[in-house]
């Protein structure tokens, strides 16, 4: 998938960027509102991320331009206005979703998903480890067709671990997606909750399917992928 993140805050851009390619999306990044018409218009966007208040034009400026000029891709608005007089304004000049700042990086993955299916585009939603399966629609891990009952940082471990099985990610990836990139996370935080993944969902207590890689972070064991 190919997205357009429009964002004036460079920090905020630059954090962004990050998360969204890690979830194996190919980003372009602006920091105004001209060039994201500009981008948006000579090249194919699966999804348009547009800051509310940018330089030189809007993200309502920026939807309703490439709206008239014919895309017809996703759109979501990042606002810090959360008044529902301003999200109806935002959709009536058509964006699909909004989501108000600060952002929540689950939240916002979780927007990228739903907008991309909402526009027909093939996402896998149930990953196969061995005889498991998470679900990422309804949030479930099945182990042999069982539920495993889970917290939401713990599914949200497994789901970075699943959906990038066979690659290391580390430390401060899994950190990012779990806990967001304001947060100031210890590794003891991260050790505490990949022991409690570990005591749900392990068979096997010699050999977990969460690998630790030493000095890095965190892997899906090979016999698992």
Known sequence: ?????????????????????????QVDAVG??????????YNEYDLLILDWMMPKLSGLEVCQEVRRKGYTGGILILTAKDDTADIIQGLDMGADDYLVKPVKME???ARIRALLRRKDKPIEQVVKADNFLLQLDSRKLLRNNEEIELTKK???LLEYLFINKGRVLTRDQISL?????????????LDALVKLV???IDE?????IIQNVRGIGYKLRDSYV
């Not at 105004?32 to 948006?40: E, F, L, P, S, W």
């Not at 997606?177 to 935080?189: L, P």
């Not at 096997?204 to 977990?208: G, K, L, P």
């Open 198 to 200: 570990r005591k749900k």
């Open 204 to 208: 096997n207590e010699r050999q977990s």
């Open 1 to 25: 998938m190919k997205i357009l993140l429009a964002e004036d805050d460079a920090r905020l851009r630059k954090n962004l960027v990050q998360i969204i390619k890690r979830e194996i999306h």
């Open 177 to 189: 997606h779990i806990w967001g990139y304001d947060q100031d996370i210890s590794n003891n935080a």
């Open 107 to 109: 939240e916002l993955l």
């Open 154 to 156: 713990e599914f949200l």
């Open 32 to 41: 105004n509102g001209q060039d994201a018409v500009n981008y948006a218009m």
